[in-house]
C-alpha cells in the first residue's frame, strides 16, 4: 500500500507560479515512477507530468516548457513547479504512484488560475 499526500493549491493569476508538492508513504520502495494527472471541470483526467525511478522526467505537450517534476527521495516528495499559469490550468491536480501491478493515487489539491 502507498498513500498520497498532495498540497500547495490555489488561487493564482495568469502568469504566476505555483509549486504543488505531494508526500507519499507506506511501501515507496515499490514505487517505479511518480506522475501528475489533472482533472479539469466537466473534463477526463489528464495526464501532465511522470517522473521515473531514474529520475528521467516526461511532461505533456501542454505544460511543457512552463511545468517541472522533481522529487526529494529523503523527504518521500514528488514536486511539480507550475511556472506561466494559464486560465486552462485550473483543474484538481492529483498524485498517483505507479507500483508493480498496482496504481495509487493522491486525494488532490485544487488549483485556479484567474485571467
Known amino acids: 500500500q502507498v498513500q498520497l499526500v498532495e498540497s500547495g493549491g490555489g488561487l493564482v493569476q495568469a502568469g504566476g507560479s505555483l509549486r504543488l508538492s505531494c508526500v507519499a508513504s507506506g511501501s515507496i520502495f515499490s514505487i517505479n515512477a511518480m506522475d501528475w494527472y489533472r482533472q479539469a471541470p466537466g473534463k477526463e483526467r489528464e495526464y501532465v507530468a511522470q517522473i521515473a525511478r531514474d529520475g528521467s522526467a516526461n511532461y505533456a505537450d501542454s505544460v511543457k516548457g512552463r511545468f517541472a517534476i522533481s522529487r526529494d527521495n529523503v523527504k518521500n516528495t514528488v514536486y511539480l513547479q507550475m511556472n506561466s499559469l494559464k486560465p486552462e490550468d485550473t483543474a484538481v491536480y492529483y498524485c498517483?504512484?505507479?507500483?508493480?501491478?498496482?496504481?495509487?493515487w493522491g486525494k488532490g489539491t485544487r488549483v485556479t488560475v484567474s485571467s
Open positions: 498517483n504512484a505507479d507500483t508493480i501491478g498496482m496504481y495509487y
